[in-house]
C-alpha cells in the first residue's frame, strides 16, 4: 500500500502570493528546469521553484559520468542537453563532464526561455479544491523559522524533487522501501544478499575483534538479516559524487573534517588487511577519461562513499532533520577521503595513491570545492495509475501509453550492513541488466485521479524499488520532465485532467518537435528499420554495445557484400550524416570502412578506420563517426551503403544520423 502521511489541508500560515500561473514546478533538478522548459516553450506562463540555490541537481551536482545504458533512450531535450556537452569539447555529444561545464550548458535553457526561478523555497503545504491542487505555500529554506510564507496559485502542478514532495503533502499515495518480492511477482525487489559490493568472508563486525560485549563497529546495524526477496522499508544507500583532479595547480588537498572520527571507518582497514587488495580502484569508482583531467567518483567495494543505513529516516523527515542527515553525509565522505589518504592503519602504498587527488579548486568554488547536491537514490515514489515493474524492465509486460525510454540495468546500491553468521555483510545490493530499452507509461506519472487531477510527477514515477533502480537515471528524468511539461500544457489547452490527456497528440508533438523550437526533427534509420534498410550478403543480428535493440555484423568485407539504410527526408536541405560505430573485440574490428553515400547528384565516399577505445562516453565504446554534411532531396532516393568491396575486415551496421544543418 502506498503512504499518505501529509495532510493536504495543512497550513502553516496565511501566504502572500507571490505567482499566480499557468504551471508551477517544483524542484530544481534537472528534470524539473526541463519541465519547466518546455511548458515555456509551450506558450505557458511558468514558475519554477528551486528549494536550494543550485539548478540540475546531480547532473549539476557531481554526477559527471552519465549512466546511459542505451543511447536510443535519450531523446527530446536531454539528448540536446548532451549534444550541448559535446560541442563545448569539440565533439558530437558528451556524456563525461565536469559539474562547471554541466551548469552553464544547463543554464542555457533556463536563459533561452527567460525561466522565472524561485530560489531557496521549500514546500510546506498544498490547498486543494477536491481532487484539484489550487496552490502551495512555501517557506525559506535557509531560515525558515520566522519566514514569511509565500504562495504559488497555478492550473497544473509538476513534482519534479528526488523526494516527492509536493505529491507528499498533496495527499497522493506512494510507496517507500523496498516491495515484497511476492507483492508484484518479482525476484529481485525486497532483501538482496548478494556478493556485489561485499565484504570478503571472515570480516570481524566488533569494536574488539571476536568480543560481541564491546558492541559492534560503526555504521553495523542490530537488525537481523530476512530471507531474500522480503519487504521492508530500507532505503539504498546515498552518496555525493565527488569532482577530483590529479593536477597540483588545480588540486585542494583532502582535509580533516572538524567532528572526524576514524572509527567510522575502521571496517575499510579490516577489509583491505583479510584481502591484501590495496588497489585504490578496488575501494572508489573512478570515472577514467573525464575531461579536464578531472574524475567522478562513485562507491565501489565493501566500504566506500555510500554511507549505508544513514539515510533510513530521510524520506519522512522534516526539513530540519534531513538537513542534518545530509551534513552527516558530508562529514562522513570527508572523512572518509582525509582517512584513506592518511590514516595508519591503512596500508602506505593505498594511501600514496589517494593522495594523488584532492578536490578541483575550479569545481563548486562556492561550496568549498564539494558537491551541492546529496545523491538522492531513492525516496517516495508515487503510486500511480500504473506502477512499472520488473516485467516492464525486462520485456515481460509493455505499455501502450509510452512517452519516454529507460535503459539502464535494474541498480539499487546496499540498503543496510549487517551481522551475518559472525561477519559483517552488506545488504541491498542488486545489478541485473541485458535487457533492451523499454517504454515507461504516461500513467506512472499520473496519480490515481481520484487523489488528483493536475499533478504530474516524473521523477518520483510510479514504481516498484527495483524498477525505480533503472529508471532513476539523469537523462531519463530529463526526458520524462519534457514530457510532463507538454502534457501539463496539454492539458490546459483541452480543459481536461492530467489523467484524460491524449497521450497519442503528445506523442506526436514530442516526435515532430522534440526541441519544441520548430526546428527539423533528425532523422534515425536502425538495422531494425527493415522499410529502410537493404542488405547483401551474410549479415548476422547481434546484441551488445548497439544503438536501439541490435546490431548486424558480417564476419568478412568482400565485393558483392553491403549494407544500405535509407532514409526518409521530409524536407529537403542539407544534413550532417553520423555513422554508428558499434564497439567490437579486437577481433572483429574493421580494419577499413567504406562508406557510399549515393544520392542524384553523385556517390560520395568516405573511407576510415575505426577506433577501438574501451569506453567512449560512458558506453563502452560504441560513437557516432561524422561523415560529413551534404545536400539530401525529398523524399527516400538517398541511400548511406557499407560497401564490403572497398572495405577490408569484419563489418557491422548499426544506424545512421542525420541532423539537418
Known amino acids: ?238 552518496n555525493f559524487r565527488l569532482c577530483l583532479t590529479d593536477i597540483p595547480e588545480n588540486r585542494v588537498p583532502f ?21 591484501g587488495n590495496t588497489d585504490m580502484n578496488h575501494y572508489l569508482l573512478f570515472a577514467w577519461g573525464m575531461p579536464d583531467r578531472k574524475i567522478d567518483v562513485n562507491n565501489r567495494g565493501p566500504l566506500s562513499t555510500d554511507m549505508i543505513g544513514a539515510n533510513h529516516d530521510y524520506v519522512e523527515a522534516d526539513y530540519a532533520t534531513r538537513a542534518r542527515i545530509w551534513k552527516e553525509h558530508e562529514d562522513y565522505t570527508k572523512g572518509l577521503m582525509y582517512f584513506m589518504a592518511n590514516d595508519e592503519s591503512l596500508p602506505e602504498a593505498f594511501r600514496a595513491q589517494v593522495r594523488v587527488w584532492g578536490w578541483a579548486k575550479d569545481e563548486f568554488v562556492d561550496n568549498d570545492h564539494f558537491p551541492h547536491q546529496l545523491y538522492i537514490r531513492e525516496a517516495r515514489r508515487l503510486n500511480g495509475e500504473y506502477v512499472m515493474t520488473q516485467h516492464n524492465c525486462q520485456g515481460d509486460e509493455t505499455v501502450g501509453d509510452v512517452i519516454g525510454l529507460a535503459a539502464y540495468g535494474m541498480d539499487s546500491h546496499n540498503c543496510q550492513r549487517l551481522v551475518v553468521d559472525g561477519m559483517v555483510k552488506n545488504e541491498g545490493d542488486v545489478q541485473f541488466g541485458g535487457f533492451p530499452p523499454y517504454p515507461i507509461a504516461y500513467r506512472s506519472l499520473t496519480p490515481k485521479r481520484e487523489e488528483c487531477t493536475n499533478l504530474l510527477v516524473p521523477v518520483c514515477v510510479s514504481s516498484t524499488h527495483i524498477a525505480f533502480g ?103 536541405g542539407r544534413y550532417r550524416v553520423y555513422f554508428y560505430c558499434t564497439a567490437q573485440s579486437q577481433a572483429d574490428t574493421p580494419q577499413r570502412v567504406a562508406i557510399d553515400i549515393e544520392m542524384a547528384t553523385g556517390v560520395y565516399e568516405v573511407v576510415f578506420e575505426p577506433q577501438r577505445i574501451e569506453e567512449k562516453d560512458g558506453q563502452s565504446g560504441s560513437y557516432w563517426k561524422d561523415l560529413g554534411a551534404y545536400d539530401f532531396p525529398e523524399g527516400q532516393t538517398a541511400s548511406i551503403t557499407v560497401n564490403g568491396g572497398k572495405s577490408v575486415g569484419p563489418l557491422f551496421a548499426d544506424a545512421v544520423l542525420l541532423v539537418k544543418e
Not at 87 to 106: I, M
Not at 258 to 265: N, Q, T
Not at 515 to 525: A, M, Q, R, T, Y
Request: hydrophobic share 35%.
Open 470 to 572: 533503472s529508471i532513476r537515471m539523469e537523462p531519463v528524468f530529463m526526458v520524462l520532465g519534457q514530457s510532463a511539461g507538454v502534457a501539463a500544457c496539454m492539458a490546459i489547452d483541452d480543459n481536461a485532467s492530467v489523467q484524460q490527456v491524449d497521450v497519442v497528440k503528445l506523442r506526436k508533438k514530442l516526435a515532430d518537435d522534440p526541441l519544441l523550437d520548430g526546428s527539423v526533427p533528425e532523422i534515425l534509420v536502425d538495422d531494425t528499420n527493415i522499410d529502410n534498410i537493404k542488405r547483401r550478403g551474410n549479415w548476422y543480428k547481434r546484441i551488445g554495445n548497439n544503438y536501439k535493440l541490435s546490431y548486424m555484423f558480417c564476419p568478412e568485407a568482400k565485393e558483392g557484400v553491403s549494407f544500405s539504410f535509407i532514409p526518409h527526408v521530409k524536407k529537403a
Open 1 to 238: 500500500m502506498g503512504a499518505m502521511l501529509f495532510n493536504a489541508c495543512q497550513v502553516a500560515s496565511t501566504p502572500e502570493y507571490v505567482r499566480d500561473v499557468d504551471v508551477c514546478v517544483y524542484g530544481g533538478t534537472a528534470g524539473g528546469v526541463m519541465a519547466a522548459y518546455s511548458a515555456r516553450m509551450m506558450g505557458k506562463s511558468v514558475v519554477l521553484v528551486a528549494p536550494g540555490k543550485y539548478l540540475g541537481g546531480l547532473t549539476t551536482g557531481g554526477l559527471g559520468r552519465t549512466d546511459i545504458g542505451n543511447k536510443y533512450a535519450v531523446t527530446g531535450l536531454s539528448r540536446d542537453f548532451y549534444r550541448r556537452i559535446g560541442k563545448h569539447y569539440g565533439e558530437f555529444e558528451g556524456w563525461f563532464f565536469p559539474p562547471s561545464v554541466a551548469t552553464t550548458t544547463l543554464h542555457h535553457y533556463v536563459d533561452k526561455a527567460g525561466l522565472d526561478v524561485i530560489y531557496q523555497k521549500q514546500v510546506v503545504s498544498v490547498a486543494k479544491d477536491g481532487a484539484r491542487i489550487t496552490s502551495v505555500t512555501l517557506e525559506d529554506s535557509q531560515s525558515p523559522a520566522g519566514s514569511a510564507h509565500v504562495g504559488i496559485k497555478a492550473k497544473q502542478f509538476i513534482d519534479c524533487s528526488y523526494e516527492g514532495d509536493l505529491m507528499a503533502r498533496a495527499g497522493v499515495s506512494y510507496f517507500t522501501g523496498r516491495e515484497d518480492n511476492r507483492q508484484f511477482d518479482e525476484t529481485l525487489n525486497g532483501v538482496q544478499l548478494l556478493d556485489q559490493h561485499q565484504f570478503p568472508d571472515g570480516v570481524d563486525p566488533y569494536v574488539k575483534e571476536g568480543d560481541p560485549s564491546s558492541g559492534l563497529l560503526w555504521g553495523i546495524s542490530t537488525a537481523s538479516v530476512q530471507p531474500n526477496g522480503t519487504g521492508d522499508k530500507s532505503l539504498q544507500a546515498y
Open 255 to 275: 582535509r580533516k573534517p572538524d567532528d572526524y572520527d576514524p572509527a567510522k571507518y575502521t571496517l575499510l582497514a579490516r577489509a583491505m588487511k583479510k584481502t
